[in-house]
């Protein structure tokens, strides 16, 4: 079973247009993280945001903000007033202690293309 | 800022042979990983070594991969006999410790070609 589920394989909109990245986790850990990353086309992961199992609070950095809710496992990403340059693709990705000693276990990613 | 180094950018090899990755982590950094992405699909984890030993791998990581740290610096994935399936972008990741609350800080990658 997928432990992180990108349901959205592409996504494509037109510049200055709100979207959101959905993400879909499974884990029985009680603590864990959860993370994006930017993949540009040149092929490097950045990173975006990490967030803990026990800090619900939703993050807005710029014209980037995080929705993390336990009760749907999901953390959600929305770029609002988007941009050419975020032409890229998103992971989503979950850290868990049990069974995995913290490695990344990464989602599928979702292309989003931001046309001008 | 450090960062995590990463040699060659792009390594071109024949089935068969042996590969060599190169991966300089940041040096305060206590774990070191690696992980693949084959073309156009995800993210995959190979590896975490901590104190000279691996503490986890994959299915993916067989025999026929092995990572070292032959000095205080580098941290290499070999690869002993590439298969045309071993092409991939290979990223190597370290930090300072093992728990979640630890960001891995990646590098750039190695995009390997098995012809």
């Known amino acids: 079973a997928q432990k992180v589920t990108q349901a959205q394989t592409e996504i494509s909109v037109v510049e200055k247009e709100d979207v959101t990245l959905d993400c879909v986790y499974e884990?029985?850990?009680?603590?864990?993280?959860l993370f994006w990353y930017k993949q540009p086309p040149s092929g490097e992961l950045v990173f975006l945001i990490r967030r803990n199992s026990f800090d619900e609070q939703n993050e807005i950095s710029g014209r980037y903000s995080w929705n993390f809710q336990k009760s749907t496992s999901s953390f959600n990403f929305t770029i609002t007033a988007s941009q050419v340059v975020d032409s890229a693709v998103y992971f989503c990705a979950l850290s868990e202690a049990m069974d995995s000693n913290y490695q990344l276990i990464w989602g599928a990613g979702t292309k989003l293309i931001i046309k001008p | 800022e450090p960062e995590v180094t990463q040699t060659p950018s792009h390594q071109v090899t024949q089935m068969g042979q042996e590969v060599i990755l190169r991966c300089v982590p940041i040096?305060?950094?206590?774990?070191f990983y690696w992980y693949r992405q084959i073309l156009g699909q995800k993210v995959e984890f190979l590896v975490s070594?901590?104190?000279?030993?691996?503490?986890?791998k994959s299915e993916i990581f067989d025999d026929q991969f092995s990572v070292e740290r032959p000095d205080g610096s580098n941290f290499t994935l070999k690869i002993r006999s590439t298969k045309l399936e071993d092409s991939a972008m290979y990223f190597c990741?370290?930090?300072?410790?093992?728990?979640?609350?630890?960001?891995?800080?990646f590098g750039p990658g190695t995009r390997l070609t098995v012809t």
């Open positions: 070594f901590y104190n000279n030993e691996i503490s986890e």
């Open positions: 990741a370290s930090s300072e410790a093992w728990q979640g609350d630890y960001e891995q800080y």
């Open positions: 884990t029985r850990d009680t603590t864990y993280y």
């Open positions: 040096s305060n950094h206590l774990y």
